[in-house]
């Protein structure tokens, strides 16, 4: 029986394997295969040099930084305060948290199209006009850090639930307020470096999300790292595919690196 299960085990493994590296096999060989020219890397070497590469790719990592910034700032105080306080509204909000994967993306960026055309109308005459404005300066879009907030909230809950269910909070932060430290102290001393990996996951995945969200910030009029790519394919497929390549590669060795980094947390952990 432990046989056949691993048999289907590593059958599955290599459907799935098949499944993702074949295309990713196919992008390669169309980016460094020319035709009349033979095999040629001239699409990789192209991509430091090519306009507005630096620009969006720069642009896309501050945004990621400032959603991984807001979101933990927002969320690890909130599900802790959840945990020790008030556990019976965790169904609540988690059901809250997972509204931005029941919302289509198309209707949630018209929502906020619809907020972006009616303030400067009914707010001109107020100091919240300047915040309007401000929030949509193009070159630091701050109103896709609020949009990619909220996108990424179902993938941080999940994340930083998993890892608040491995510790027990209550303990660690009355140990820590018996030893006269104030709840910032417990929260930052005590409660966080038992968070480490659920930090880690929830900062790859608001990274991840970053790096590939197109829809809002094409239809807003921004042009970050994901936007950028499609507007190069239209004049250089190459380059677009090639450029889609070595995000996918980069974004498998976060992830790898995550993993590791995980791994050794768990390992020095059970050995303390």
Known sequence: MAGRLNIWRWVVLGLAALYFLVPLAASVVFTVDVPGEGVTFDAYTQIVSADGFT?????SLELAAATIAVVLLLMVPAMVALRLGAPRLRPVVEV???????????????????????GPDYLSRTPLFETFVAIQNPSFPFILVLAYVVMALPFVYRALDSGLRAIDVKT????????GAGWPQALVRAVLPNLRGALLNASFL?????????TVAQLLGFQPFAVWIYSVGGSNA???????????????????????????DKTASSRG
């Open 55 to 59: 620009s969006s790719l720069v642009l």
């Open 96 to 118: 809250i948290c997972s509204l931005p994967l029941v919302v289509p993306p198309i209707a949630f960026v018209a929502g906020i199209a619809t907020v972006l055309k009616w």
């Open 172 to 179: 660690l932060v009355e140990a820590a307020r018996s030893c």
């Open 206 to 214: 608001t990274l991840a999300l970053v790096l590939g969200e197109f």
């Open 238 to 264: 190459q380059l677009s595919v090639a450029v889609s390549v070595l995000s996918l590669v980069v974004t498998w060795a976060l992830l790898l690196t995550l993993a590791g980094v995980g791994g050794r």
